[in-house]
């Protein structure tokens, strides 16, 4: 559609119909419909224009490895990569509209200077260049017009939904209670006020590391559809990944303590984190883009992935196991044995020290999940358990992470990586208590 604004189909059944052709009757198959390039390229404008959930699905598929056949991978991975860096555009007539709505007079008073063109364009949004009156230049995120009715429509397919679910966590755990998770989850993205709250709440988690950067807001110039922080330039994932090996290095240590010092400290996660999220900076100083998505921790499964991490990283298995039991809510035999196998596999990079995150290991979890789940149909009613209701992002959250920093291709000992804020993570635990 590239920058024409072509109106973003809102309907459940049009939308519906257009996922068909891709092989996404009902959001299970993320297979392209026909061999080659072609078909890869058929889908990303599909998903491109349809963006909401959709979008993020074709997103999804484009950098977490194992997602798509390895037969289909370069292609759909190559043709998807406009879509991951920027999705097509609205109207600028309408986002200007949107602006005015929002923030409550014209364009050209709120700002002294105004580019249509944006920058970039994703899922829910799309970011414009822009000054403020006093001279700041600035990021402005502005809601796609017609995103909310998009996001309802696809919300309210149960086939979609059910599918999404059950694609990661099998068929009887507990997909109502997720597909619930997803819903708030989405929902929540459409609101640029909360997203704020979320950017305050990861700036003091992280307050003084010199090298993770989170976004300055310019809050009246924000609001519910309109969110503005102050303008970052860098270098892109792509660039990222052809750095030297040393910063690349930096890069992976920089974005582990930014996820896990978040989890371990904050009792929070950003749930998606797909390659445009980051900008890289020198000596591994890495800005955080979108707070979107965010999950909040259980305190009680908080302390229990403490007491895991901290076993991975003293190579204590008992304490591991003992650990993931509590958190996820074991019940002994076959189902059982095969999640801790599986959550030790999750592990490796904290038990082995240094660990090469690979793209074959970021795939094989996927499948080995997906191996789980037919664990789980075969469980006896005495050894079946009910995973949490949040397992859908946390895994979400692990396999597009660690897809993301395979791409970088480097050896990292990220057990160091969390010794050097395991303080902090021990002052909030004895804060809390």
Known sequence: MGGDGKKIPEGRLGRLARMAGVGLRSGASLLVSKEGDSAAKHAAEVFGTLRGLAAKVGQMASYVDGVVPEKHR???????????????????????????????????????????????????????????????????????????????????????????ASMVAGRRFDVPGQIAVIKQRFREELDYELEAERIRAFAEIHAGDPHIRILELIDDRSSKRVLTTRFVDGIG????????????????????????KGNLVGGMFNADPHPGNYLFHEN????????????????????????????????????FREGAIRMIGMKPGKLSEASLEYTRLCFRPLFERPFHMTREYAADLLVKMKDLAHVAKGAKDEEFFTMPTDVLFINRLQFGFYSVLARLDVEVDYAAVEESFWPEVEAAEAAAE
């Open 237 to 260: 994932y792509d660039a990222a990944c052809e750095a030297p090996v040393a910063e690349r290095r930096l890069f992976a240590e920089t974005m582990w303590r930014f996820v896990f």
């Open 74 to 164: 370069d292609a759909y991975e190559t043709a998807m990569k406009g879509l991951r860096a920027a999705a097509p555009t609205s109207s600028p007539t309408e986002v200007r509209r949107l602006v005015e709505e929002e923030l409550g007079g014209p364009v050209d008073r709120l700002f002294s200077e105004w580019n249509d063109v944006p920058i970039a364009s994703a899922s829910v949004g799309q970011v414009h260049r822009a000054t403020t009156l006093d001279g700041i230049e600035v990021a402005v995120k502005v809601q796609h017009p017609g995103i909310v009715k998009a996001i309802e429509a696809d919300l309210a397919n149960a086939g979609m939904m059910g599918s999404f």
């Open 284 to 319: 591994g100083d890495v800005t955080f883009l979108d707070f979107g998505c965010v999950q909040r921790i259980d305190p009680d499964k908080q302390n229990d992935a403490r007491r895991m991490h901290r076993a991975a990283i003293d190579g204590e298995m008992k304490a």
